[in-house]
């Protein structure tokens, strides 16, 4: 290998990694939610998408995310991640379509549309059997906020 | 002429169509020294509509609940430690007021609001004279209406945005009045989330690491006199209308993401006599329609205004505008179709008054070409105040063809108004 070669290797390696999109967790305090300008505090609630191009979305709910998501679903930008965070455990963002979702009176979150986001349905039930609710899924939330 | 028989006759009827308990209600004395030692003991006995006197000390109680009409008076400051055990004070019940006492410490947590005072299915309450000190949010009300909390001191101690609640956090209210209330070092100052009917009057919130005020889908509120200062983002309206605002002073906010007022999703509000001074972006209008801008002064700040495209039917007018950087920017050579710009004093103007009535005879156009070449490339605000710039800006004045001819006011003032 000629270090003419090498070295286009070496940049393509170094130009694809760039390129990569990744999530990064959300700076509660300083990021701003791309939809209604606030700064993100609440640390259940965060939720962020990345696009293709690596562009990384901060949300301050699941429901500013959601509502951002679904008014942007016919553009041409294509989403790499799309995640929320367990409601128990603050800071830890998880994929939005695996998460379960609880729709309760009882947890108000950021926008006013009570929703909390859990890794896995057994979490999910600890907070229902406490505060109850509606349980939904990614799709059952997407509809919902179709209509 | 009522004779003394007279006035006895009546005193003794109204007296006996006062309901019983209220002429009979007894006065507890909790404290030191005192049968009763702890305010939950003294509410636990206490009958329905009685008060108890809590004399100064400290108490070291959490979780005290209080379910019935009761009133309690601090006599010289009596502190309540709550010892960082989730709630202090919850009240649950109509016709309870507190009064002339210290909360400390409530709990702090990630997914409970606990509170100094929590609030709850309540009417009728009395909130008044009470310091609340290191506590996660000072006051929680929810569910409640028709409840006034005067002359509070709430200092909050909070470092980061995160481990922080608010000051006075309303949520599902109605009616409520917060009156003279000073408000410093919690997250949001004031937190109004679906409340109605309600005013904040002269209440002071300062260095509160994010919004002084934050009012979120709440309707036909006003708030008047207010001062609000060094808080970590300004003030937030935003999804609401029928707000009217009148008479504030907002200072000194500056950042990146910091306004005086933010207004987003906002309709038919009235901003009035109030005054910017010192921000980084003075009002800051997205989404917001059909606003009546009027009497009030900006000054010093990065920009008095910036009108997002998306604005429509706002009306600014007799309005000052001195010694700002920017007086007026927006993101789209289409804003002012739709918004009128009438009678305000810009200190920018250049223009004359031929004919002596007090208005330039010609039109002032208050959005600079700098400033919409700044809203594309924000970082281009290094350039203010160079040589070409001016020039450009001058050009630009003269013969207008990229600023938005429309956001034009025609009529500017001479002399401030």
């Known amino acids: 290998m000629n270090s003419g070669k090498l070295a286009t290797y070496l940049f393509l390696c170094i130009f694809l990694v760039a390129c990569t999109s990744a999530p990064r967790p959300v700076k509660y305090g300083t990021d701003n939610c791309i939809r209604c300008r606030m700064t993100i505090v609440e640390q259940g609630f965060g939720a962020e998408i990345v696009t293709k191009k690596g562009k990384i979305l901060t949300f301050d709910s699941i429901e500013c995310m959601l509502k951002y998501y679904l008014a942007n679903a016919g553009s041409k930008e294509t989403y790499a991640y799309i995640m929320v965070t367990d409601a128990t455990k603050p800071g830890l963002l998880i994929d939005a379509d695996k998460a379960v979702y609880l729709k309760s009176e009882k947890l108000p979150s950021p926008m006013g549309e009570n929703l909390s986001a859990y890794s896995n349905s057994e979490l999910r039930e600890k907070n229902y059997t406490e505060f109850s609710g509606q349980r939904l899924s990614w799709t059952e939330l997407c509809n919902l906020f179709t209509r | ?417």
């Open chain 2, 1 to 417: 002429m009522y004779s003394i028989k007279r006035v006895l006759f009546f005193l003794t009827l109204i007296s006996a169509l006062l309901p019983a308990p209220v002429l009979f209600a007894a006065t507890l004395e909790c404290g030191p020294g005192k049968p009763l030692k702890t305010l939950s003991s003294a509410v636990s006995v206490a009958q329905a509509n009685d008060k108890i006197l809590l004399f100064a000390g400290t108490y070291h109680e959490s979780l005290v609940h209080i379910r019935k009409p009761l009133t309690i008076e601090g006599i010289g400051m009596p502190v309540i430690d709550g010892g960082e055990n989730k709630d202090v004070i919850t009240i649950e019940g109509d016709h309870i007021s507190i009064k002339g006492i210290e909360i400390r410490n409530s709990g702090k947590s990630t997914s409970r609001d606990y509170a100094g005072i929590k609030m709850v299915n309540s009417s009728h309450c009395v909130i008044e004279h009470c310091r609340f000190i290191n506590n996660f949010f000072s006051m929680h009300l929810d569910h409640s209406k028709q409840c006034i909390i005067k002359n509070n001191y709430l200092n909050g101690n909070a470092k980061t945005e995160t481990a922080s609640g608010n000051g006075i956090h309303i949520w599902k209210c109605d009616s409520f009045s917060i009156l003279f209330n000073k408000i410093e070092r919690h997250r949001d100052g004031i937190y109004f989330e679906f409340v109605r009917n309600s005013r904040i009057i002269s209440n002071v919130s300062n260095n509160n690491l994010r919004y002084g005020l934050h009012f979120m889908f709440s309707d036909y509120d006003s708030y008047h006199y207010n001062i609000f200062s060094n808080n970590g983002a300004g003030v937030a309206v935003m999804y609401t209308q029928h707000i009217d605002m009148k008479g504030n002073t907002f200072t000194k906010n500056w950042g990146p993401t910091s306004y005086g007022l933010l207004l987003k999703d906002i309709n038919f509000s009235r901003i009035s006599g109030n005054s910017f001074i010192g921000n980084t972006v003075g009002i800051q209008m997205e989404n917001a329609n059909k606003l009546r801008i009027q009497g009030n002064n900006f000054s010093q700040n990065g920009w008095a205004m910036r009108i997002m495209g998306n604005c429509e039917y706002d009306t600014v007018v007799a309005n000052n505008f001195i010694g700002n950087s920017f007086d007026l920017s927006t993101n789209s050579s289409g804003t002012g179709n739709l918004n009128v710009l009438e009678a305000n004093f810009w200190d920018k103007y250049k223009g004359y008054d031929l004919n002596r009535d007090k208005t330039g005879d010609i039109p002032y156009r208050p959005v600079s070409l700098f400033s919409m070449f700044v809203e594309s490339v924000p970082s281009a605000v290094v350039l203010l105040h160079s040589f070409m710039i001016d020039v450009m800006d001058e050009v630009e004045k003269n013969l207008p063809s990229l600023i938005p001819v429309t956001l034009v006011d025609s009529k500017p003032k001479m002399k401030k108004n």
